[in-house]
């Protein structure tokens, strides 16, 4: 993907969330004027960035959600509970939207949100019963194809035909009321393309309700608006005409840094009047740039324009759109001028040739060294353009050869120019562009694989450390290399340091899809609730971050589906009808803490009994024994489930031991605690960063393995105590305390070794001690996750080198044993 | 009935009215991979469009009625 585009979708991801934050205060009554300002900034830069890349459906949503907001900093327009409504379902309308850009589908119509939210503008009340045409979006046109737009341009220009564009929205209910929209459309006169757009993403075949209307209509025709109106009549929902510039039928694909760079040149040869030679030039030009999807669509239109005679100006318009990255202002389009006169004299244009040669010296400077040879090309073509026609073709002399190394050709390109600018024009200041780039203080997005590549070649680094210390010792020269060492260690662990920083990523980014999820799950089952996220600053690690979306979702629905009452119950029961889930995050040193709660029924221990022994997950005896803190853990086993019906969101009985494993494999715990009646609260806590992790190397069945350090509370001396067995589990008592004990090689089925060393380890659900054969360095390692068949075991958080390069698993202790 | 399968190809012939939106519904889920000839199409209601449209289905056969010519290219996989 573009970066850039990546770029747009993150921010934009994160100013949605903002904009939740702020409703949610809005909701609560408890939004001021700051608060109103920053979600009218959101709505604001998510423009902006929008209108750069056409998404012409945000832009227009979010223009009016400003006009709207503008009304409400302004003091003319309450921010009541019905806007604070629309503005979130604004909000999720634009969420999906950034879901469908990412995924690369065509954007669905929001038609009935802009109408909802037309409704609450400032100026909705004069005259509210009549319906506003939605002024024309070039989405409409993209969704036309090309090949039958362009037929259409050249018939338009050459027959002087008018044009007319159709929207047509039937009812989602038409097919019921026995419309066909296609029928309808169908007796347009003159028909000359035909396209569509959905209203909202299209379902799977499987869900897909046949009889409902998912689409808007648009119908391209010669016909005059006149006769397209006789349609209306037996036309349901909306249905709107617009009369048509031919040249607004010119929609071009996404920008092309490339071709905007080679394009001028055909600009100036078409103030030098010289079109005859336009497509000629066109075709040199459009093969120095890499093929794409703009340059190919760019050199159509040019041949139909060309084809059919269009003047000069639409030439123009055309190769500025091309140029510009942007969608030209349609409203200076007016009816195509005739041919200028004679071109314009030499010295008229020199302020242009100027201009130009200025703009090829910034993009030679402005290029990295691997963009040079796409972009050196186009810019010695100009440059030598320029340059002839100021009869100045002698200072091209000191210009490099084409094969020549492109840094090269690129400071003679740079040198060339400045002697150009400083010969025309020995008055202007010509100091060259400086060549390094402006240091500010803007934060950088970098690829996830850039940050990988640095850890790798860390751990890559802390091998070659230990194979120089091996050798200062072996040399027994470690005094002279004391100092230097020292150094080293300091160095690298400065820089680990700074690789961890970078993989960092704030909780916002799995917390900003939540509200979405909570208000369509509250218009689902019909349960209204006070939905709070605080903490979205807390950092951990990016994989960390990524895997806590899944066990949030699922605990989220629970909440609502299985947690909080219907209205009705709540009030029965003297609770505020609306629900109370709250989603907190905290920074506790090394780890985060992730707490859901919920003020609803609460899990009955009873329940939970009766169904933990139903399903034999406890014996008589212990669920006699067990108390209710330790009985609630039970709801993570694999397929427990208390939920008396399985509904269409939750209560499948799988899911919380998803919750747990998921925890586990990143180091972490899940606990729950619940009071019957009034709530549950579960907790999730897990390290910030999975990577550098100090651990124990230990021998077990001839493999190596990792420990974590933080799990280990001592090594025991086997010598000094003994094994028992007790109901057929091995157990020994170490300072008047029973611990189960576990062979490592017998729990991974290796084959059985010395059993030696006997370690005492402590994780959530309980201490155990753990039989290995050899224990050997304690290191800090670099701990990257499983992938592919091994990333779902819970025994292992991930794998490790040793300073010997050897490659080792490091053990998860918590999923060791149940 | 103006929706059938035949060779492989689910056919969509003469006039298709919403009334086959379940037939070509239940032939695209039972056949998720078969072509839809449009060949002897010569009018399809927007419902069955949907329909194709929701099972990516691609088209085979060339229209011969030029406004179902125009639906087919307003967008979807032609083989």
């Known amino acids: 993907m573009n970066p850039l585009l990546a770029g747009f979708i993150g921010e934009s991801r994160e100013l949605i969330g903002d904009m939740g934050d702020v409703l949610a205060l809005a909701r609560r009554g408890e939004a001021d004027a700051q608060s109103v300002h920053r979600l009218f900034r959101a709505f604001h830069t998510i423009k902006g960035n929008a209108g750069l890349f056409d998404y012409e459906p945000v832009t227009h949503l979010t223009h009016n959600g400003e006009t709207v907001l503008a009304a409400v900093r302004d003091g003319s327009l309450a921010l009541d509970t019905a806007l604070v409504d629309v503005l979130f379902e604004v909000a999720d309308q634009l969420g999906e939207w950034i879901d469908q850009i990412e995924a690369d589908a065509p954007l669905s119509d929001d038609a009935a949100l802009q109408a909802r939210l037309a409704a609450h503008a400032p100026d909705a009340h004069a005259a509210p019963s009549e319906r506003v045409a939605p002024p024309l979006q070039a989405a409409w046109l993209r969704c036309l194809p090309e090949a039958e737009r362009i037929r259409a341009l050249q018939s338009a220009l050459q027959n002087q035909r008018p044009l007319v564009l159709l929207r047509y929205r039937p009812d989602e209910g038409a097919f019921f009321a026995g419309e066909d929209p296609l029928y309808n459309v169908r007796q347009i006169d003159e028909l000359l393309a035909l396209g569509f757009i959905p209203n909202q993403t299209l379902p799977a075949l499987a869900e897909l309700d046949p009889f409902r209307n998912l689409l808007t209509w648009f119908a391209l025709s010669h016909s005059p608006a006149s006769a397209i109106e006789k349609i209306k009549f037996d036309c349901s929902g909306e249905f709107d005409l617009y009369e048509l510039q031919p040249l607004q039928l010119i929609q071009l694909p996404p920008r092309d840094e490339a071709l905007a760079q080679v394009l001028p040149p055909l600009l100036q040869a078409l103030n030098d009047a010289r079109t005859g030679q336009l497509l000629d030039q066109a075709a040199t030009l459009l093969a120095a740039v890499p093929p794409s999807p703009r340059a190919r669509s760019t050199a159509l239109w040019l041949e139909a324009l060309v084809n059919a005679q269009a003047a000069p100006t639409a030439l123009r318009y055309l190769l500025n759109y091309a140029i510009q990255n942007e969608q030209p202002d349609w409203s200076a389009l007016t009816p195509v001028a005739p041919a200028p006169g004679n071109a314009a004299s030499a010295e008229a244009r020199l302020p242009l040739h100027l201009a130009l040669l200025k703009q090829q010296r910034d993009v030679l400077v402005a290029s990295a060294p691997e963009r040079l040879p796409v972009v050196l090309p186009s810019v010695r073509m100009v440059v030598t353009n320029v340059a002839r026609a100021l009869d100045r073709s002698g200072v091209l002399d000191g210009v490099r050869p084409e094969d020549d190394a492109p840094t090269l050709q690129a400071d003679a390109l740079v040198a060339a120019i400045t002697q150009l600018l400083q010969s025309c024009a020995p008055d202007a200041p010509v100091a060259a562009a400086p060549v390094t780039p402006t240091v500010s203080n803007e934060r950088l997005r970098i690829g996830a694989e850039q940050v990988d590549e640095a850890l790798g070649l860390l751990s890559e680094l802390l091998i070659t450390r230990h194979t120089l210390q091996t050798t200062i010792n072996a040399q027994q020269m470690q005094l002279a290399f004391t100092a230097p060492m020292q150094q080293l260690d300091r160095q690298i662990n400065h820089l680990l340091n700074v690789v961890q920083k970078m993989r960092l990523v704030p909780l916002e980014r799995v917390f900003e899809r939540l509200p979405r999820l909570v208000r369509s799950l509250e218009r689902k089952l019909g349960k209204p609730v006070d939905f709070e996220l605080s903490g979205g600053e807390a950092f951990a690690d990016k994989a960390v971050v990524d895997a806590l979306h899944e066990p949030l979702v699922h605990l989220l629905r629970n909440a609502l589906d299985h947690g909080i009452e219907d209205a009705e119950v709540r009030r029965a029961s003297g609770k505020p009808p609306h629900g109370r889930l709250r989603v907190q995050a905290q920074q506790q040193e090394e780890r985060v803490v992730l707490e859901i709660s919920d003020d609803g029924a609460g899990i009955d221990p009873a329940k939970v009994r009766a169904r933990a022994r139903a399903q034999g997950l406890i014996d008589a005896e212990r669920a006699e024994r067990i108390d209710d803190e330790a009985l609630l853990q039970l709801v993570f086993e694999p397929g427990f489930s208390t939920s008396a019906a399985v509904s269409e969101i939750s209560g499948r009985g799988v899911g919380m031991d998803v919750v747990r494993t998921t925890l586990r494999q990143l180091g972490g715990e899940v606990q729950l605690a619940s009071t019957p009646g009034q709530g549950t609260r579960i907790s999730l806590s897990m390290p910030v960063s999975m990577m550098l992790s100090r651990v124990l190397l230990v021998r077990a069945g001839e493999q190596l393995f990792g420990l974590p350090v933080s799990s280990l509370v001592e090594s025991l001396p086997l010598a000094r105590t003994t094994l028992q067995t007790v109901k057929g589990a091995q157990t020994l008592v170490w300072r008047e305390q029973m611990f189960a004990v576990f062979d490592l090689a017998g729990l991974l089925q290796l084959p059985a070794g010395t059993r030696g060393r006997a370690l005492q380890i402590t994780t959530a659900p309980g201490d155990f001690v753990l039989l290995v054969d050899q224990l050997l360095d304690t290191v800090d390692v670099l701990i990257r996750p499983l992938e592919g068949a091994l990333a779902g075991l819970p025994q292992y958080v991930g794998t490790a080198m040793a300073g010997t390069g050897e490659v080792f698993l490091v053990l998860n202790p918590a999923g060791l044993v149940r | ?79």
């Not at chain 2, 889920?29 to 449209?53: E, K």
């Open chain 2, 1 to 79: 009935m103006s929706v059938q399968l035949q060779n492989g190809r689910i056919m969509l012939t003469g006039i298709c009215p919403v009334g086959d939106a379940q037939a070509l519904l239940n032939a695209l889920l039972d056949n998720p991979d078969a072509p839809l000839d449009l060949s002897g199409c010569r009018h399809l209601h927007a419902a069955l469009w949907q329909i194709a449209l929701c099972a990516g289905a691609r088209v085979g056969g060339a229209p011969t009625d030029p406004f179902v010519e125009i639906v087919c290219n307003s967008g979807i996989r032609t083989i």
